[in-house]
Each structure stands twice: as C-alpha cells, then as structure tokens.
C-alpha cells in the first residue's frame, strides 16, 4: 500500500486511555505526512481484530498491554501477507533491541515528543515506498513517418540502427525504416540495452548471437552477428573492448 496515495491509516494500541488520546493530539499535527487513525484498542487481541476488519498502514504499539504484550503481538503481525509499519511507543527504554528484532521501524518512548513522532512518521512514509511495487517499466518507441503513414516500432522489436547518408536505418526481423533522427539522440532514448559497435551503428544487446573475427570487402575486422536476419554490422577497433564487455553483460 503506497504512503502517497492517501493519508497514513493508523491503529493506537495502548491500555491506557489517555496514552492513547496524547497520540491522537499529536497525529493531529499534519508533520511529513497526513494520518488518519482509524481504530483504537487497549490490548493485543482487541488490535487483532481490528486489523481484520480493516488493514492499516502503521500500527503505533504498547510493550506492556494485559495478555499478549506488544512484541509478541508484533511476532504475529509479521505472519501477515502485507504486515503493517509498526513503531513502539512504550515508557520502557530497554526492549529496543528486541523491538527491531521483530523488525519495527522505530522505537519511541514516553512522553513522546512531536519532533520525535514526526521522525518516525517519515521513516514509516519511506518504508512503505520502498516496499509498494515499482512502476512497469516504459518500453521506448521509435516513431517512423512513410509515406504519410505514421508508424510506431517498440524498441523491443528494433535489431539495429545504423546512420547513411543522410538517414538512420531501423532493421526489424520483418523490414527496414528510415528515420530522420540522429544516431545520438537514439542511442541516448534508447538506453543500455542498445549497444555502439561503430561511430555509425547501433545493435539491440538480445538480437546479438556472436562477435567474430570476418574478413570484408578484402579487409579483416570485428562485428556482431545479428541472428534474426542473418546479418553481421562491424564492430570498430575503437569500440571493441566495450562491445565485448557489454556483450559478457547481457
């Protein structure tokens, strides 16, 4: 669950009252981060089962509570498939090191100071960030005008680039385009999974089957070997160790 979408949906658990109600007053207090608290209980089993009736981004918990204590309702929090931020509020300084151990993302004591919350709060915000599923990925697509006809091609699909005259050559498995960009601005869109072979060409990393040793119009040189269409693009001396290197990464 993203911290960004909405506020922080936060359940108190303390037995005492108005421990609870000090934390409502200083949440109240916009700080990093909006909060919402959305359920209150005085004891583990009572946070159980408010947490079953709605998750919550960040559990603020007591050690010492009547039955289960904090930490080891922590020890069960952590079975869940998306377990909340938890952070300790407890007037007990010396379970910090078991707080952590049960992975709590901070540990404050009593009376708690609103700098202090708003700390917390933010390395919460972090953590649920890091943890939220990163966004796909955009595929870059080279865009061709032939013949009036405006053509999108997935870089997916493009096997090489190589710059002529005064137009860049696009090669799929299935044709060729013509493109008015220049080599540079293409490599630079397309990023590392393009490779420089020449001051002239670029090759996908996936579309390469082998760098060769080839003798061509009566002179030895380097070049890749593009397997889709059964074509080698020399590779320059200046380029090779580079190709060779990018080559052993893919």
Same mark, same amino acid.
């Given at each position: 669950?993203?911290? &960004?979408?909405?506020?922080?949906?936060?359940?108190?658990?303390?037995?005492? +009252?108005?421990?609870?109600?000090?934390?409502?007053?200083?949440? !109240?207090?916009?700080? +990093?981060? !909006?909060?919402e608290?959305? *359920?209150?209980?005085?004891?583990?089993?009572?946070?159980?089962?408010?947490?079953?009736?709605?998750?919550?981004?960040?559990?603020?918990?007591?050690?010492?509570? +009547?039955?289960?204590?904090?930490?080891q309702? &922590?020890?069960?929090?952590?079975?869940?498939? /998306?377990? +909340?931020? %938890?952070?300790?509020?407890?007037?007990?300084?010396?379970?910090?090191?078991?707080?952590?151990?049960?992975? *709590?993302?901070?540990?404050?004591?009593?009376?708690?100071?609103?700098?202090?919350?708003?700390e917390?709060?933010?390395?919460? #915000?972090?953590?649920?960030?890091?943890?939220?599923?990163?966004?796909?990925?955009?595929?870059?697509?080279?865009?061709?005008?032939?013949?009036?006809?405006?053509?999108?091609?997935?870089?997916?699909? @493009?096997?090489?680039?190589?710059?002529? %005259?005064?137009?860049?050559?696009?090669?799929?498995?299935?044709?060729?385009?013509?493109?008015?960009?220049?080599?540079?601005?293409?490599? #630079?869109?397309?990023?590392?999974?393009?490779?420089?072979?020449?001051?002239? !060409?670029?090759? *996908?990393?996936?579309? @390469?089957?082998?760098?060769?040793?080839?003798? *061509?119009?009566?002179?030895?040189?380097?070049?890749?070997?593009?397997?889709?269409?059964?074509e080698?693009? &020399?590779?320059?001396r200046? /380029?090779?160790?580079?190709?060779?290197? !990018?080559?052993? /990464?893919?």
């Open positions: 669950m993203s911290a &960004a979408a909405h506020p922080l949906k936060v359940l108190l658990v303390d037995d005492e +009252p108005l421990a609870r109600q000090r934390l409502r007053t200083l949440l !109240a207090d916009p700080g +990093p981060c !909006a909060t608290v959305v *359920a209150e209980a005085g004891d583990a089993e009572a946070a159980w089962q408010a947490l079953a009736a709605q998750p919550v981004d960040l559990v603020l918990l007591d050690i010492h509570m +009547p039955g289960l204590d904090g930490l309702l &922590a020890q069960r929090l952590r079975g869940l498939p /998306q377990p +909340p931020a %938890l952070v300790f509020v407890t007037a007990h300084g010396e379970y910090a090191l078991a707080a952590f151990d049960v992975q *709590a993302i901070d540990y404050l004591t009593k009376p708690v100071r609103l700098a202090r919350l708003h917390a709060l933010g390395r919460v #915000q972090q953590w649920l960030q890091s943890r939220a599923p990163a966004a796909p990925a955009e595929v870059p697509t080279l865009v061709v005008n032939e013949r009036g006809r405006v053509i999108r091609v997935p870089a997916s699909e @493009v096997l090489y680039l190589k710059a002529e %005259l005064k137009y860049v050559t696009l090669r799929t498995a299935e044709r060729s385009y013509l493109l008015d960009d220049s080599l540079n601005d293409l490599a #630079q869109r397309l990023g590392p999974e393009f490779v420089r072979v020449h001051r002239n !060409a670029l090759v *996908a990393r996936h579309a @390469v089957r082998a760098l060769a040793e080839r003798v *061509a119009d009566g002179e030895e040189g380097w070049a890749v070997h593009i397997a889709a269409v059964d080698w693009v &020399a590779v320059s200046r /380029q090779l160790s580079a190709v060779r290197e !990018a080559l052993a /990464q893919a």
